[in-house]
Nanobody
Framework: QLQLVESGGGLVQPGGSLRLSCVAS????????MGWYRQAPGNQGELVAS???????NYADSVKGRFTISRDNDKKSVYLQMNSLKPEDTDVYYC??????????????WGQGTRVTVSS
């Protein structure tokens, strides 16, 4: 099996910064894309940022220039540096990876979510 453990969420004032981390563990054969999604209650989930194995990144228009996604393949980890945070960034953020575990087929795996609140 595979487990994703997220950390780094919390309360921050507008204009502040947070860094989210997500570490994968388990019988992992290989990890392909990694990313972060966010979802507020009653809303559809939104892709915030993603990164390929080779480091190609993709960002939602709403976070371009403020957020930076990165990964450490050796540590099976993905990070999201969030700067210039705005109240509208308030959400629950979920780590996502596309991976192959043991003898199982490739599929998406999700973290438990970490809450980010931007408020004065």
């Amino acid at each position: 099996q595979l487990q994703l453990v997220e950390s780094g969420g919390g309360l921050v004032q507008p204009g502040g910064s947070l860094r989210l981390s997500c570490v994968a563990s388990g019988s992992i054969n290989s990890i392909n894309a990694m990313g972060w999604y966010r979802q507020a209650p009653g809303n559809q989930g939104e892709l915030v940022a993603s990164i390929t194995v080779s480091g190609i990144t993709n960002y939602a228009d709403s976070v371009k220039g403020r957020f930076t996604i990165s990964r450490d393949n050796d540590k099976k980890s993905v990070y999201l540096q969030m700067n210039s945070l705005k109240p509208e960034d308030t959400d629950v953020y979920y780590c996502n990876i596309y991976a192959r575990v043991a003898h199982m087929p490739w599929r998406d795996y999700w973290g438990q979510g970490t809450r980010v609140t931007v408020s004065s």
